[in-house]
Each structure stands twice: as structure tokens, then as C-alpha cells.
């Protein structure tokens, strides 16, 4: 089955500052990959999504990259804010798969003031 | 609309209990799934459903049974609880509709088993 690991398990960076967190997936025949924002005692939250067909993709301080080659994507925040604090998710599905998602283990991020 | 709801928000058995999580979605989606959370481990499908009446395996599904009897719910079982099975249980629904891959997540169950 599907593999993906997420990496840093914990990122802090100051306020403005860019964030980065990357992900690897290990069966190339996975074509969605959405990025989950989980806030302190909360459900998670998509907050942005790519296709296999779309190399990046943008929704104001949020983007995400997609290499199929190397079979890695990664989220991108920039100009960080204290309220952007929580725990981010990636994970990988094929499609018609019933959209069973595996998800990465997760990486805290804290924004610092 | 609420979108994904779950009840009981927190519980906690002793060790041989039984008890059943319920999730229900107004969104009348289709897909339906039930996730464990465990520091470090990320979300982990434990169960899911593709339509009322039908129900599959995830990822770890020793200890849990679940239900479909109704489109809009989707039940977790836990028949014998172990400590092995305290964690952050999430419930989430996403529709069938081709292109709508998006899964919508209900606020969660924290279970303890003493």
C-alpha cells in the first residue's frame, strides 16, 4: 500500500517568516494530494489540494509543489502569521480508490510573535 | 449545516467494555470512514463506506466493527475495549462526485480505556 512520511515533525519560525514542510509518497499511481490544517482540539481542515496532473498550485500565503519524479510535494506558507500555528497534515489517495487518504505523521508548526 | 458531527466528544471505558461512536454528515455524501489518531502516527483508517448498506476494511481494523444502516450515519463499534485502543477517534465523509475529493472531518471522540 501507500506510504508517505512527512518531514520536519516540528518547524518554528518568526512571524513573516516562510514555512516549509515536505512529504514523500511511495506508490506513483497516487494522484491527489491535499494538505490538512488540524488546530488544538479540532477535527482537520483541508486547506489546499493538488492533482498529479498540476506541478503548483496557489491560494494567497499557501502553495503547494508536486514532483512526480522524485514522488515528493511540499506546503509552503509565507509571511507567517501566529494564528497559521498547528498541526499540518499531507497525505496521498488514488483515485477511485473510495478516496481512501494515508496521511504523513505530521508536523507542528509554531509561528513565533 | 453541521457538516460532520460526533458523539460522544470524550468517554472513558474500563478495559472489556463495549460501547459504539456515532458520526453522522448532512452533506449527503456518499463516502464515509472512521480514523484513530495517535501522537505521532498521523490519521490511520480504521473502517469505511462507500454507500449505505456497504462497509470495508482500512489500514487497522482488529477491534472495531462498524455500520452503514442509514446514508447520512456510520457507526464504530468498539465490542471489548483495550487500552490499546485509547486514542482520538475522527469521522469524516467526502462525496462521489468526480473531481469532489475533498474529506470533510467531524470535531472528534477522545476515548481513554482503563
Known amino acids: 500500500g501507500e506510504n508517505v512520511e512527512q518531514h520536519p515533525s516540528t518547524l518554528s519560525v518568526q512571524e513573516g517568516d516562510s514555512a516549509v514542510i515536505k512529504c514523500t509518497y511511495s506508490?506513483?499511481?497516487?494522484?491527489?494530494f491535499p494538505w490538512y490544517k488540524q488546530e488544538l482540539g479540532k477535527g482537520p481542515q483541508l486547506i489546499i489540494d493538488i492533482r498529479s496532473n498540476v506541478g503548483e498550485k496557489k491560494d494567497q500565503r499557501i502553495a503547494v509543489t508536486l514532483n512526480k519524479t522524485a514522488k515528493h510535494f511540499s506546503l509552503h506558507i509565507t509571511e507567517t502569521q501566529p494564528e497559521d500555528s498547528a498541526v499540518y497534515f499531507c497525505?496521498?489517495?488514488?483515485?477511485?480508490?473510495?478516496?481512501?487518504?494515508?496521511f504523513g505523521s505530521g508536523t507542528q508548526l509554531t509561528v513565533l510573535p | 449545516n453541521a457538516g460532520v458531527t460526533q458523539t460522544p466528544k470524550f468517554r472513558v471505558l474500563k478495559t472489556g467494555q463495549s460501547m459504539t461512536l456515532l458520526c453522522a454528515q448532512d452533506?449527503?455524501?456518499?463516502?464515509m470512514y472512521w480514523y484513530r489518531q495517535d501522537p505521532g502516527m498521523g490519521l490511520r483508517l480504521i473502517h469505511y463506506s462507500v454507500g449505505e448498506g456497504t462497509t470495508a476494511k482500512g489500514e487497522v481494523p482488529d477491534g472495531y466493527n462498524v455500520s452503514r444502516l442509514k446514508k447520512q450515519n456510520f457507526l464504530l463499534g468498539l465490542e471489548s475495549a483495550a487500552p490499546s485502543q485509547t486514542s482520538v477517534y475522527f469521522c469524516a465523509s467526502s462525496s462521489q462526485r468526480g473531481g469532489q475529493q475533498t474529506q470533510y472531518f467531524g470535531p472528534g471522540t477522545r476515548l481513554l480505556v482503563l
Open positions: 452533506m449527503n455524501h456518499e463516502y
Open positions: 506508490d506513483s499511481a497516487s494522484n491527489y
Open positions: 497525505a496521498a489517495t488514488l483515485s477511485g480508490s473510495a478516496r481512501q487518504l494515508t
